[in-house]
C-alpha cells in the first residue's frame, strides 16, 4: 500500500523490521545508541556540539511545536506567525491556547513568505520577540524561505522557531548558519521516512538556559529536557520513550545518508512532478501553479462533477494500492497527495493511473475544477 497521506509516509520493509526487539531503555545498550542517535540528528540539523541540543519527546509535531513555544516564549510572550496555511494556524492556536500571543502574518495561501513584510512588521512592532514559521507548509504545498526570512529576524535582533516538521530530511537546514534559532521542530515519520511516535527539537543551549521556567508545563518543558540530558546523560531519554521507534529511526538514517539530503530532495521533487503533471493528463486542476507547487504535497481541485464524494474517491483507491487523506486541507474543496516518504517516480505513476480508474469508478465525468 502507498500512504500518500503524507505522514507517516510509506516506509522500508528494512525500516519496519527494526521494530520487533523488546528494548530496555535504561540499559546501557540503549544509552549508547541514543547517543549516538541524538547526535546523528544533530548533524542532519547543522548543528554545533556544545552549542545546540538534540531535544527528544515522546509524541508527535503538535506536541513538539507546542513545547518550543512554552519553551522560549514566556507567558503572554508576543510572537509574529506568518499565516501561510492550516499548519500556521495550527501554531496559532497552540500559542495562543498555551497562554503566548500569537500575531499572525497575513498574506495570501498560494505565496511564499515576503522576508521584507516580515521585516516590516518586526520593526512597527518591537514588543514581537519571535518569528515562527512552517518550512514547508503541508497545508498548501508551497515551502517557505526560512534561510531568507531568518536573516531579517537576525538583523532585527529577534528570535525564531521553525516549524520544519515536512521539511527535515528533504530542505536544507543549517542551524550554525542561523544563529537566531531557538530551535528547530520535527519528528521521525515524514522526510526521514521512519514511523511516528518521536518529535524532536534541535535547540540552541544558551537560550535553553535564559528559559528554563517559562514553560508552565513539565511534559512539555524543553529546558527540562535539556536539563535531564545534563544530570542523567545524553543517553537517557526522560520519561519512558518508544524505544522501538528509535530503533527505526536509526536504519531510516541509514538510508538518508546512503542517499543524502540533495538526493531525497530530487526524488520528492521527481515524484511531484510526474504527480503533478500526470493529474492534469487526467483532465484535473492541481491546486497551485506550478511555479509554486513544493515537492512535498499537492493540493487537486475536486472535480465539479454532483457524483463527486471524497470518501467515495479514497475507498475507490484503497483497493488499489493508494491511500489518501479523507479531509479538505484548503479552503476550497481538493484532496491532497503526500510526494515523501519511501516512494519513486513509477509510485506516483501508479497513483495517477489508480486515480484515473477509482473516477471512473465512482462515475466522475467532468473532472473539471469545482467553481469556488
Ligand atoms: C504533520 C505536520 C505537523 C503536525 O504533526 P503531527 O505529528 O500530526 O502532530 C506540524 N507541522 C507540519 C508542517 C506538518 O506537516
Not at 3 to 31: C, H, K, S, Y
Not at 103 to 128: K, S
Amino acid at each position: 500500500m502507498l500512504l500518500l497521506i503524507p505522514g507517516p509516509v510509506t516506509t522500508r520493509p528494512e525500516v519496519r523490521q527494526a521494530m520487533t526487539r523488546d528494548i530496555a531503555p535504561w540499559d546501557n545498550d540503549f544509552r549508547h545508541f541514543f547517543t549516538r542517535l541524538r547526535s546523528r540528528v544533530l548533524k542532519l540539523a547543522g548543528g554545533v556540539e556544545g552549542q545546540h541540543a538534540t531535544l527528544p519527546l515522546q509524541g508527535c509535531g503538535h506536541f513538539i511545536a507546542e513545547a518550543a513555544l512554552r519553551t522560549f516564549l514566556p507567558p503572554g510572550g508576543r510572537i509574529l506567525i506568518p499565516a501561510t496555511g492550516a499548519y500556521a494556524d495550527r501554531m496559532i492556536r497552540l500559542a495562543r491556547e498555551a497562554g503566548r500571543v500569537p500575531v499572525p502574518l497575513p498574506m495570501g495561501l498560494t505565496d511564499a513568505t515576503d522576508p521584507q513584510a516580515v521585516a516590516r512588521a518586526l520593526e512597527a512592532d518591537p514588543t514581537l520577540t519571535h518569528v515562527a514559521m512552517v518550512y514547508s507548509e503541508t497545508g498548501s504545498g508551497v515551502i517557505h524561505d526560512v534561510q531568507a526570512v531568518g536573516a531579517e529576524v537576525r538583523k532585527a535582533g529577534r528570535r525564531m522557531i521553525i516549524d520544519a516538521v515536512s521539511a527535515f530530511g528533504a530542505f536544507p537546514l543549517d542551524l550554525a548558519a542561523q544563529p537566531e534559532v531557538d530551535a528547530a521542530v520535527f519528528t521521525t515519520n515524514k522526510c526521514l521516512e521512519a514511523l511516528p511516535g518521536v518529535a524532536f527539537a534541535v535547540a540552541r543551549i544558551d537560550r535553553l538556559l535564559d528559559c528554563a521556567g517559562n514553560a508552565g508545563s513539565w511534559s512539555l518543558d524543553l529546558s527540562n529536557v535539556y536539563d535531564h540530558a545534563l544530570r542523567s546523560g545524553w543517553g537517557s531519554f526522560r520519561f519512558t520513550p518508544p524505544a522501538q521507534i528509535l530503533a527505526a529511526l536509526d536504519v531510516a538514517l541509514d538510508y538518508h545518508d546512503a542517499e543524502g539530503q540533495t538526493a531525497r530532495l530530487a526524488r520528492y521533487t521527481a515524484n511531484m512532478r510526474i504527480f503533478y503533471d500526470g493529474v492534469r493528463d487526467l483532465g484535473l486542476t492541481p491546486w497551485l501553479p506550478a511555479s509554486r507547487q513544493g515537492p512535498v504535497i499537492v493540493n487537486v481541485h475536486a472535480p465539479a462533477d454532483p457524483a463527486w464524494n471524497l470518501q467515495a474517491f479514497v475507498d475507490a483507491l484503497k483497493p488499489r494500492g493508494v491511500l489518501i487523506s479523507n479531509f479538505y486541507n484548503t479552503p476550497s474543496p481538493t484532496f491532497r497527495v503526500g510526494c515523501i516518504g519511501a516512494i519513486t517516480p513509477d509510485d506516483m505513476a501508479g497513483a495517477v493511473h489508480a486515480m484515473d480508474q477509482a473516477l471512473r469508478e465512482i462515475g466522475i465525468k467532468n473532472r473539471e475544477a469545482v467553481q469556488t
